[in-house]
Each structure stands twice: as structure tokens, then as C-alpha cells.
């Protein structure tokens, strides 16, 4: 009779615990250092990956922040240091490191070293992409990067111990950037990782969407991060092992003529990109504070240490341009995107009004389970995620798949009220 008890509660306990436990892993950026700053805000948040260490001499890596205040406010997180992104510098050490057993080894004992001195939980490795196509484009050898990929993990995992966290950040386009991701690496892989965090987001981008078409899309619809986890399921992932990713931004893109209100998926957009650069006509909107209401531009006074915008309430010098970072400027860094108008002169659409169009116009597609909006004043088309279509992810992903959890980028970028991060923990733990 205990026996029968037993089997019968055995699968409810295990539920139970398995909901407690499920991840809720925060990148936290030095370009949005914004932190949530109550008890409440913060809740739930299991891990903290603080991005980027540089992949050359990681152990040289320097927090934009005061460790000692994040520690404090996260007391029940796991800290730890993401080591590379998107920017190709950040990425040439991880090529280097892979060059010889020798250099790997040494390059293994400096992240070691990070760790150690920094008294961090663990390590995540953020290489975008070994084999792929990151910021500048391929690496020059493709092959020799995606056979060596593994044993890059295998060794940090060696230099760190079992008791130190290892993870990955790994690509959404499965198509396109998947080249160390596949039946070929995933046992080697998963062998030496903790835990396996999916960018499930930018699968529309500047180089087009999933089949590098360029063509309006959601750029992190349910459906489309759905087939992203059951790639990696396909590849014998333990689902406990991966975390669904959820971006605090909107996309933008702009749409070549002929795109309607009526129907603006499937358009055509501008290039993106040429020759691996930006051409600034598509971007991303974060979900701060200072982007999600109407900017004041009104009585301002004149930058005189060339910081400006709505954060600091300063104009640029005429002629210049202020910068979505919030620098004053004449390059098409500072002038194009989203420069912001009011604040300095501009080219290109008004980004920031167009958003607000974008938030009070926007529609759900049902079918696929995304935000969209078009703006015909500016011919952009935006696409994000909502409060609600994250937590129906986590109950139609995490849940139904039992994963280990979700991930987000990155929490200064949530700083209008985190409403996004709370939505996430709370759905997360029921």
C-alpha cells in the first residue's frame, strides 16, 4: 500500500520540485546597467551572467559595475561571466585559444583564473558563431573551429571543476548559424555543459529571416522558437539542460515600397547589411524606460562634455547628432538609426515616434504568436514581444517541453517597470 502511495505522488513531487527549480537566467550588459531595485523586481531570478569578458585574456576582465552591490542584491543568484558576444574582437581570442592543445590549455587555466579571482559561480561562453558567421563574417577555418568547439568546452570544463557552473549561449537561426550545433557535436557538447541558453530571438535580422530571406517576420514568435527547441531536442539535448530565450527589445526594419497596413508580413525590407556592416536601416528598440514614453525635449541645455538625450536632458551643438548611446556626433553612427530626434540633428525616420505608433497600433498574430506593426509614415515594421505572449510561451514551451527554464537579454534593458521580468519569473514558477 506505501509502495502504490508512493508511485502514485511520485510524478506530482517530482512536478512540484521540477517547477522550483526551473532557471530564470539574467544577462546583465554593461551598455544598460540599469538593475532592478526592489526585493519583488528581482524575484526569481536564478542566475546572473554578467557580458561581456573579453575572449583574449579573459582573466583580465574588469566589471563595468560594483560586483560587491550585485552580489548583495541577488544573495540566492548564481554570478557568473559570459565570455565573448556578438562584436568579432571579442570573439578572436576564442581562435587563438583553439590553435594549438597548448594554447587551449593555457587559455582554459586564464578562465580558471577569472573565475577564481572574481570569486564567480561559473562560466558562460557566448562564441557567435564557431563555424558561423558572426559580426564580420566567417572565421578562416570553419572546420578546425566547429572540431574544436567541443574540446574548448571539455577543457574550461576540466580547468573550473564540476562544482562551477558551464554554459553556452547557442544560435535560434538553426539554419543558417548552426554549423557546431549538430548530431556530430551534441553528445561531445552536452557533455561538458550545465546548461544550454537558446537565443531564441533576432531570427529575423539585418541578415534576413531563418533562410537569410529578406522578408518581414516576427523576429521571436512562439512558433518559431518552438522549432528552435525541438532542433536541439532533435540533437539529444536533455530538455532540463536548455533555457528558452526571451530578447526585452523590439525589432525594426524597413520595408521597401508596396508594403501596406493591411498586410505587412512578407515584405520586402531594405538591405541590412552590407558587406557584413550595418546600413542603419533596421534596429532595436529596448523595452527602458526612456524609450517607451514620448521623449521631453524641452528646455534643454547645450551638451558640453558631448552626452545628450532624454537621460541626461541635454541637446547636441548644432550640426551634430545625438546618438542612441547618447553621444553627440556628425558620423553615420550618431546620425542614422536610432539617433534621436530633438535632441540634436537626425537622418533617416524618427525612430522613437515611429515606437510609439508601432505600441498603439500593433496586432497579434494568432497563428504564429508574435507582436507586429507597420508605420506607413516611416515604412518600418516592427515586431516584439508582449508580457502575455512571453508567459504563453513559458507555458507552451518550458512547461509542455519540461525545460530547464528560461533566459533573457539583458535586464537593464527591461528598466520601464520590468514588467517583462516579472511576467517571466511569475510564469515561470507556477
Known amino acids: 500500500m506505501r509502495f502504490s502511495t508512493l508511485a502514485v505522488l511520485a510524478p506530482l513531487l517530482a512536478t512540484s520540485v521540477h517547477a522550483?527549480?526551473?532557471?530564470?537566467?539574467?544577462?546583465?550588459?554593461?551598455w544598460h546597467p540599469s538593475r532592478p531595485t526592489t526585493a519583488e523586481q528581482r524575484a526569481g531570478i536564478t542566475h546572473l551572467i554578467l557580458a561581456f569578458a573579453n575572449s583574449t585574456n579573459p582573466s583580465m576582465y574588469k566589471p563595468a559595475y560594483d560586483i560587491a552591490a550585485v552580489k548583495s542584491e541577488f544573495p540566492k543568484a548564481k554570478i557568473m561571466v559570459a565570455i565573448g558576444g556578438w562584436d568579432e574582437k571579442q570573439n578572436i581570442g576564442f581562435r587563438k585559444a583553439i590553435a594549438t592543445d597548448a594554447s587551449l590549455d593555457a587559455w582554459a587555466t586564464d578562465v580558471k583564473a577569472l573565475v577564481t579571482n572574481g570569486a564567480f559561480d561559473g562560466i558562460d561562453i557566448d562564441w557567435e558563431y564557431p563555424g558561423g558567421s558572426g559580426d564580420l563574417?566567417?572565421?578562416?577555418?570553419?572546420?578546425?573551429?566547429?572540431?574544436?568547439?567541443?574540446?574548448?568546452?571539455?577543457?574550461?570544463?576540466?580547468?573550473?571543476?564540476?562544482?562551477?557552473?558551464?554554459?553556452?549561449?547557442v544560435p535560434g537561426k538553426t539554419k543558417v548559424d548552426f554549423s557546431a550545433y549538430t548530431s556530430a557535436t551534441s553528445q561531445a557538447i552536452n557533455a561538458s555543459v550545465d546548461f544550454v541558453n537558446l537565443m531564441t530571438y533576432d531570427l529575423m535580422n539585418r541578415r534576413?529571416?531563418?533562410?537569410?530571406?529578406?522578408?518581414?517576420?516576427?523576429?521571436?514568435?512562439?512558433?518559431?522558437?518552438l522549432a528552435v527547441v525541438n532542433y536541439y531536442l532533435?540533437?539529444?539535448?536533455?530538455?532540463?539542460?536548455?533555457?528558452?530565450?526571451?530578447?526585452y527589445y523590439a525589432k525594426y526594419f524597413t520595408t521597401a515600397s508596396g508594403c501596406t497596413q493591411a498586410n505587412p508580413l512578407?515584405?520586402?525590407?531594405?538591405?541590412?547589411?552590407?558587406?557584413?556592416?550595418?546600413?542603419?536601416?533596421?534596429?532595436?528598440?529596448?523595452?527602458?524606460?526612456?524609450?517607451?514614453?514620448?521623449?521631453?525635449?524641452?528646455?534643454?541645455?547645450?551638451?558640453?562634455?558631448?552626452?545628450?538625450?532624454?537621460?541626461?536632458?541635454?541637446?547636441?551643438?548644432?550640426?551634430n547628432c545625438c546618438s542612441s548611446d547618447g553621444w553627440c556626433g556628425a558620423t553615420d553612427d550618431h546620425c542614422l538609426g536610432t539617433c534621436w530626434y530633438g535632441f540634436g540633428d537626425c537622418k533617416g525616420p524618427d525612430i522613437a515616434k515611429s515606437w510609439q505608433y508601432a505600441a498603439s497600433n500593433g496586432m497579434v498574430d494568432q497563428e504564429q504568436g508574435g507582436k507586429y506593426a507597420f508605420d506607413p509614415s516611416s515604412n518600418l515594421f516592427w515586431t516584439w514581444d508582449t508580457e502575455e505572449l512571453m508567459k504563453k510561451k513559458v507555458d507552451d514551451i518550458v512547461k509542455a517541453k519540461n525545460l530547464g527554464g528560461g533566459m533573457a537579454w539583458s535586464m537593464g534593458e527591461d528598466s520601464d517597470g520590468w514588467k517583462h521580468t516579472q511576467a517571466i519569473a511569475k510564469a515561470l514558477a507556477t
Open 20 to 30: 522550483a527549480a526551473r532557471n530564470f537566467v539574467m544577462y546583465y550588459d554593461e
Open 137 to 169: 563574417g566567417p572565421g578562416p577555418d570553419a572546420a578546425l573551429e566547429i572540431k574544436r568547439f567541443p574540446e574548448l568546452l571539455a577543457a574550461v570544463r576540466k580547468a573550473i571543476g564540476k562544482d562551477k557552473i558551464l554554459s553556452i549561449a
Open 208 to 225: 534576413g529571416d531563418e533562410d537569410n530571406k529578406l522578408k518581414t517576420t516576427h523576429h521571436s514568435s512562439l512558433k518559431s522558437s
Open 234 to 247: 532533435s540533437l539529444n539535448y536533455p530538455p532540463a539542460k536548455l533555457n528558452l530565450g526571451f530578447a
Open 266 to 319: 512578407g515584405c520586402s525590407i531594405l538591405a541590412a547589411e552590407s558587406n557584413f556592416k550595418d546600413t542603419k536601416t533596421s534596429g532595436v528598440w529596448t523595452f527602458e524606460a526612456k524609450n517607451m514614453k514620448p521623449p521631453t525635449n524641452t528646455s534643454l541645455s547645450v551638451a558640453t562634455d558631448a552626452k545628450c538625450g532624454p537621460d541626461v536632458g541635454k541637446s547636441c551643438p548644432a550640426g
